[in-house]
């Protein structure tokens, strides 16, 4: 069975960076496009951006130029590089694929 586990969230200062990392484990990760979601307090889950088995990729208006999904197929693991952050930028990240989804990490933009 898939499985997906999210880690590298934590508390950051405005114009921060945090690298994002996403194990997959059951499945091998060159098999599925992985996308990265993110959900605010009080707002519904939006796209961050995708990254296809090419490895080409595509981003939300909100976090182009700023964010930048790769992929490492040997360690079967998705990154999510977020630099510049912004206290909008705050909320549980989530990695998707293979139909499954992983339990999220916390990001905090704050001073």
């Known amino acids: 069975q898939v499985q997906l586990v999210e880690s590298g969230g934590g508390l950051v200062q405005p114009g921060g960076s945090l690298r994002l990392s996403c194990a997959v484990s059951g499945r091998i990760l060159s098999d599925s496009d992985m996308y990265w979601y993110r959900q605010a307090p009080g707002k519904q889950r939006e796209l961050v951006g995708l990254i296809r088995t090419d490895t080409t990729t595509n981003y939300a208006g909100s976090v182009r130029g700023r964010f930048t999904i790769s992929r490492d197929n040997a360690k079967n693991t998705v990154y999510l590089q977020m630099n510049n952050l912004q206290r909008e930028d705050t909320a549980v990240y989530y990695c998707?694929?293979?139909?499954?989804w992983g339990q999220g990490t916390q990001v905090t933009v704050s001073s």
């Open positions: 998707g694929g293979f139909g499954r």
